[in-house]
Structures are given as C-alpha cells and as structure tokens.
C-alpha cells in the first residue's frame, strides 16, 4: 500500500456545475492555490448541469480514469450544501476522490478497490467558519490542497460506515431484445445509453437486429460520427465503449426530441 506522504499527488482535477459565468470555480483555484502553489489543477469541466448528481458522476466516470496514479479528484456537484449531507474524503488504489455524499461518486464505488473512505469533520483544515452555502471553497478545496502536501488520510476525520450509492441501472436482457436507456447527454447532443459494446457483440452473434428508439428503427451499427448524411441519426460505438446514438453533423438530442431516462431496444428481425 502506498504511503501518501512519500508520494504526495501533485494533480488535483475539479468537475463541478458552477458553469463559466460566475467566479465560483476560480474562486476554489485561489484556495487550492494559497495552500499549495505548486499544485497542478486541470478542469474536467464545470459545465454539469446544475444540480444534477447524476450527471456529475456518469461524467466524473467516463474522464477519470485517463490521469496519473494519486491524482486527486474534487467533484462538487452539491445541491444538498449545508444540509446533513456528508462530506467525503475516498481513497482507491489508484486515485483519492473528494466530494459530497450524494450519489456522485457512485460509480467510483463500483470501479474501484475502496481502501479507505472518511468523514471530512477536522476544521483546522477549513477556512474560518465554513459558509452553510460554499463548502465547497470553504471545506473541500482546502482540503484536496492539503491532501497534495501529504497530510494523511487519518488526519481529515473518522472512517465513514456508509455512503449513498445510486442504484446503477442496467439494460433488460430478454430473448430477443435488450431494453435500455438513455443516461447521459452529451455538449453534442449524442445519446448514450447504458447499453455497452459486449452484450451489443454478443446480441448481435445470434441474428442481425435494428436499434429502436421513439418509433424509429436503425438498421446498423456505423463506425463513427462521418457515416451518413447530415442530421442522419446514426448508432454507434462511443468513445466510452458504449452505444450511442447521434445524428451526423447534428444534435441527437434535439432531432428526436430526447431525454434522459427514455427507452431504447435492440430487437432482432426474427
């Protein structure tokens, strides 16, 4: 087990839903940066929707794994702030998470070998008298600044005996269809679901199928985004090796008037 102190991590990533317009997301880069000026920051992003937990970690899910062992992720997407909610410090084997109790960091759960979790509760490592409304400056960067200088785990609070997951939700597997749905929307307006490329592989080892979505039937698998005609809507393998469904040269989301939470099937032409 690694030693935090002798590899202390010098990468701190922030996902947040403070958006580009107000100053919240630099505001939590000056604290970060006053504790620790040598510390790394990139931004995976701050466009999540406010208020949508299960955005932030459907995101978070898909963009973490790509940095360095002991990168240290801050994923503030809080509506509960100031409520009984808890505020979590997570240690895995490759990557320490810091965010609110929430339902965020759920897929973390899943993916990860947990070897530690704690209750953000010690004040000598906030600032002042924490604002009920921005803990997120107040508790959680300053605590990620202080975690990149080696301050062990044990020094932030108790262990934590239980956190809120959300029920990971999987694709129905029937006969000759499987039943999905769409879980996340895309900048571009692709539709993703929670359907992946191996049950797709081996669905489609037993007979040719279309892809049925709101009424409309695709009867192939393209390769990428340049199949097609403009605003032709397309399936595909995303990048997230999940299947999708885009529209060439367009926005998915707004030709088929979609949402998250709709149905798609896999049906086979019998």
């Known amino acids: 087990m690694r030693?935090?102190?002798?590899?202390?991590?010098?990468?701190?990533?922030l996902l947040t839903d403070f958006g580009i317009k107000s100053?919240?997301?630099?505001?939590?880069?000056?604290?970060?940066?006053?504790?620790?000026?040598?510390?790394?920051?990139?931004?995976?992003?701050?466009?999540?929707?406010?208020?949508?937990?299960?955005?932030?970690?459907?995101?978070?899910?898909?963009?973490?794994?790509?940095?360095?062992?002991?990168?240290?992720h801050l994923v503030i997407v809080d509506p509960g702030v100031g409520g009984p909610r808890k505020a979590l410090l997570v240690r895995t084997e490759?990557?320490?998470?810091?965010?609110?109790?929430?339902?965020?960091l759920s897929y973390v759960f899943e993916k990860e070998k947990i070897l530690e979790i704690k209750n953000i509760?010690?004040?000598?490592?906030?600032?002042?008298?924490?604002?009920?409304?921005?803990?997120?400056?107040?508790?959680?960067?300053?605590?990620?600044?202080?975690?990149?200088?080696?301050?062990?785990?044990?020094?932030?609070?108790?262990?934590?005996?239980?956190c809120f997951k959300f029920k990971i939700k999987l694709p129905e597997i029937l006969k000759d269809e499987i039943s999905g749905e769409i879980i996340h929307i895309d900048s571009f307006g692709n539709?993703?679901?929670?359907?992946?490329?191996?049950?797709?592989?081996?669905?489609a080892k037993k007979d040719s199928f279309d892809i049925v979505f709101k009424g409309k039937r695709i009867k192939k698998i393209s390769?990428?985004?340049?199949?097609?005609?403009?605003?032709?809507?397309l399936a595909l393998i995303g990048s997230s090796g999940l299947l999708e469904l885009s529209a060439s040269e367009g926005d998915a989301q707004k030709l088929l008037l979609a949402k998250v939470g709709d149905r798609i099937k896999l049906e086979h032409k019998g």
């Not at 620790?36 to 701050?46: C, L, R, S």
């Not at 490759?94 to 965020?104: A, E, K, L, Q, S």
């Not at 340049?226 to 032709?232: P, V």
């Open 3 to 13: 030693n935090p102190k002798k590899t202390s991590p010098r990468i701190i990533t």
């Open 94 to 104: 490759r990557y320490f998470f810091i965010g609110p109790d929430n339902g965020v």
């Open 223 to 233: 390769l990428s985004y340049f199949e097609g005609k403009r605003n032709e809507i």
């Open 191 to 203: 539709l993703i679901t929670n359907i992946d490329k191996n049950l797709v592989d081996t669905f």
């Open 121 to 162: 509760t010690r004040e000598k490592y906030f600032i002042g008298k924490p604002s009920p409304v921005f803990h997120a400056r107040d508790i959680f960067a300053p605590v990620a600044a202080y975690l990149s200088l080696g301050v062990e785990l044990g020094e932030f609070g108790p262990d934590a005996k239980e």
């Open 23 to 72: 100053g919240y997301a630099g505001c939590i880069k000056g604290v970060i940066s006053s504790i620790n000026p040598k510390v790394q920051m990139v931004d995976i992003t701050h466009q999540i929707n406010p208020f949508d937990v299960w955005e932030g970690c459907f995101v978070l899910s898909e963009f973490y794994p790509y940095f360095p062992e002991d990168t240290i």
